[in-house]
């Protein structure tokens, strides 16, 4: 017989949150926590979404997307998780840039960038303190018409160099590009600025298992191989949410799968304002990724030199599509040391490259042809490491490739988007509670949201108003 995963489960909850990418377990914990009826149901067998790893043979376990966040995950993990989470955050103390423009090492925040631009690139220094405080003055209410390169332009026309350091580790965090508005970019950049990149000791695996165990303390009945594939509303409210061929009602809905699906696709358009099926459909997508993993043979060492993240190009000049480009120029290589997982019996080196990537590059090509590109990209991908770590190569045990086909195989993001939305999905998903009551969404949009701390930081604000809804309807039927 199938195995029931959803032995057990009640028919209705207070709220079920639809995914367990970051935001959706935030929320989830936030809500469990309150003491609210929580059910999280997840498609994939593992909980995380893009915040995932993978295991091969010879002892290696490969991150997807744990490469670099701001110093503000210390703070939302102590809040909404805990302790034994928050204090396994560490700063990465390495990080390398090097492109036909320039070659440097820096820690990553506004004291060394300001060394930087006044030294190596010669600004005045009163410039550099006005770019960053003006970035830092940046909030969401603030105008939303001024794009990032106009930003760029105000402060350093004509230094293409200059706006490649500052925009090429954003661009690769979080998929902006020069055309989005420049409050997505200061937004993003001084919370990195504010005290480097910092990363989770121990690795995903060990973040989401104490995440769980979280979890489960506060009472989050927890669901894997369960997808959503409908919710219902009734009378303007949501309902129930359709999983296995199970009804299970619920007071409110917090969806943590992509934006666009959860709207079009589980509410359905009959549903809801034309206006704001218009606005949904037309909220873009962010780019998607290609990655290589490649772990080095037992007994085999990267010097710790080679640093802990190295953004390399081979491009001429910064331009946003040569960063989506099949013809790869640009890689951002993630170094992990054995340090990266303290607990482990068996020392690993692990490297993964990423190299933002576009869904049309991948999607169409015939199975041979998908499977040679992933060849050829595993390949060039080597290629390039060799030049910066000489006869890496054969030091190499297995190495493979994740496209965008990946992405959106384990996650269901439309396109294999690996930051949700562009900055126009933050208006839709905040506005879904007025179209439908008690329906939310938490999750990747609008770059700010996005990446791990701005997933988790999502989920908080959207848990506090469910947690205020369902406050206050029981004390209105109390
Ligand atoms: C290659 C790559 C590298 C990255 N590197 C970094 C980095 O270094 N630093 C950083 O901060 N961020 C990074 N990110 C981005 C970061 O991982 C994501 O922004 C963040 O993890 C997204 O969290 P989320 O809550 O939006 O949900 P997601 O992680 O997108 O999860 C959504 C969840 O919903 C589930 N789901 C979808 N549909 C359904 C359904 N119908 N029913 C049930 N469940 C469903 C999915 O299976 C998934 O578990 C990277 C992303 C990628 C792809």
Redesign the pocket.
Same mark, same amino acid.
């Given at each position: 017989m199938p195995r029931d995963f959803l032995k057990g489960a009640k028919d209705e909850y207070d709220v079920v949150v639809? #995914?367990? #990418?970051?935001?959706?377990?935030?929320s989830a914990n936030i809500l469990g926590r309150a003491g609210h009826r929580v059910l999280l !149901?997840?498609?994939?067998y593992k909980? =995380?979404?893009?915040?995932?790893w993978f295991l091969r043979p010879g002892g290696h376990t490969f991150d997807?997307?744990?490469?670099?966040?701001p110093h503000g995950m210390i703070k939302s993990c102590r809040r909404y998780w805990n302790r034994d989470i928050s204090d396994r955050i560490v700063q990465l103390k390495n990080i390398r840039f090097d492109n036909p423009q320039f070659s440097l090492t820096t820690t990553f925040n506004r004291e060394d960038f300001t060394r930087l631009l006044t030294t190596d690139f010669g600004l005045a220094p009163q410039t550099v303190s006005d770019f960053f405080d003006t970035a830092r003055g940046m909030n969401f209410y603030d105008d939303q018409t001024t794009t990032t390169r106009q930003l760029f332009d105000r402060f350093f026309p004509g230094r293409d160099d200059v706006v490649r350091l500052l925009m090429e580790p954003i661009t690769y965090?979080?998929g902006s590009t020069l055309e989005d508005p420049a409050i997505t970019y200061g937004i993003v950049f001084s919370n990195f600025m504010s005290k480097g990149v910092f990363i989770y000791e121990g690795g995903t695996d060990d973040l989401i298992a104490r995440m769980k165990k979280e979890l489960e303390a506060n009472g989050v009945d927890i669901r894997i191989n369960?997808?959503?594939?409908k919710i219902d509303v009734e009378n303007g409210r949501v309902a129930a949410v359709h999983?296995r061929g199970r009804r299970i009602g619920c007071r409110a809905v917090v969806s943590?799968?992509?934006l666009r699906?959860t709207i079009l696709k589980?509410i359905g358009t009959e549903k809801l304002d034309r206006s704001f099926v218009e606005e949904t459909e037309a909220v873009r997508l962010n780019n998607?990724?290609t990655?290589v993993y490649m772990a080095l043979k037992e007994g085999e060492e990267i010097d710790e030199s080679s640093g802990d993240l190295f953004f390399t190009s081979t491009s001429k000049e910064f331009r946003t599509d040569r960063l989506l480009s099949r013809d790869i120029t640009s890689r951002t290589f993630?170094f992990y040391y054995p340090r990266a997982r303290p607990d482990k019996k068996k020392e690993r080196y692990a490297i993964v490259s990423?190299t933002n990537a576009n869904w049309s590059d991948w999607a169409d090509l015939s199975e041979e042809d998908y499977k040679a590109s992933k060849a050829d990209l595993v390949e060039t991908t080597i290629d390039a490491l060799d030049n910066y770590l000489p006869g890496v190569r054969d030091k190499i045990d297995l190495a493979e490739a @994740?496209t965008p086909m990946t992405?959106n195989h384990?996650?269901?993001?439309e396109m294999g988007a690996?930051?949700?939305t562009k900055f126009e999905g933050l208006a839709v998903s905040r506005a879904l509670p007025q179209q439908v009551g008690g329906m939310y969404h938490?999750?990747?949009v609008g770059i700010i949201?996005?990446?791990? !701390? =701005? @997933?988790?930081n999502?989920?908080v604000i959207v848990s506090n108003e469910v947690d205020g809804q369902l406050t206050s309807e029981s004390s209105h039927v109390g």
């Open positions: 639809i #995914g367990s #990418g970051l935001a959706g377990m935030t !149901l997840e498609q994939h909980l =995380g979404g893009l915040a995932t997807i997307s744990l490469h670099g966040f965090a979080n369960c997808g959503v594939d999983t943590n799968a992509n699906t589980m998607s990724s990655q993630s990423s @994740a992405f384990y996650t269901q993001h690996s930051f949700g938490a999750g990747s949201m996005s990446g791990w !701390l =701005g @997933a988790i999502y989920g």
